[in-house]
């Protein structure tokens, strides 16, 4: 195996994992793309784009130490990112006559290259790690990660919207309704993480 090859391997598994080491960035990209439907594939890939833009940026930077940051902090920002987005998943859902507006979608195209940069820095935690001190020939070790990272992420999306696909036609559900619970199910979810992160957990557990 080459270097490119392990390296996009290291990538991809950090999102497609067995033991859902990277639960918190597939559920970003899964409430990302649950007011979509099949259709509508340009535009969540121009929007997987955006967010991959972002973290591929701070990936770099923080992985070559150009920019510090907090890690606690931004273990903490990454839940909260998931929380908005599928917050504003109530909001503009498809069959809102403004869903579609320009406006509105280069909005949420930015939240998604400013989302992209604090998961940017939680993907350099994991990189950081095994780099050490060694930089030799990062550029092409940050390049294969992530291509990994963007196909893993793209197989999520697939696996998104056929799904919706499938239950909104079978079950005869209206599109918002699939959006609603894909979005409320992540609200909870990232509250939970949320939760976790600051230290709160119920008693008992």
Not at 14 to 32: A, C, N, P, R, T
Not at 120 to 139: H, K, P, T, V, Y
Not at 155 to 163: E, N, R
Request: aromatic share 14%; no cysteine; charged share 15%.
């Amino acid at each position: 195996m080459t270097e490119f090859q392990a390296f996009f391997q290291i990538g991809f598994e950090h999102i497609i994992d067995k033991k859902f080491s990277g639960i918190d960035h597939i559920l970003f990209i899964v409430v990302l793309s649950a007011i979509y439907q099949l259709a509508q594939w340009r535009k969540i890939l121009i929007l997987i784009t955006a967010f991959t833009l972002g973290h591929s940026l701070t990936l770099a930077l923080a992985v070559l130490q150009v920019v510090g940051f907090d890690k606690a902090l931004i273990e903490t920002l990454i839940p909260i990112t998931i929380l908005i987005t599928a917050l504003l998943n109530f909001w503009e859902q498809p069959s809102n006559q403004s869903f579609n507006q320009s406006s509105r979608l280069y909005v949420r195209y930015g939240l998604a290259v400013i989302f992209g940069f604090i998961h940017g820095f939680a993907f350099s935690n994991f990189l950081r790690d095994m780099f050490g001190n060694n930089l030799e020939g990062i550029a092409w070790r940050l390049l294969a990660f992530n291509v990994g990272i963007e196909i893993g992420q793209i197989i999520v999306v697939i696996m998104v919207l056929l799904l919706g696909s499938l239950v909104v036609k079978l079950l005869r559900l209206r599109a918002d309704w699939w959006n609603y619970a894909l979005s409320g199910v992540a609200a909870v979810l990232a509250v939970w993480l949320l939760l976790d992160k600051l230290g709160w957990k119920p008693e008992g557990l």
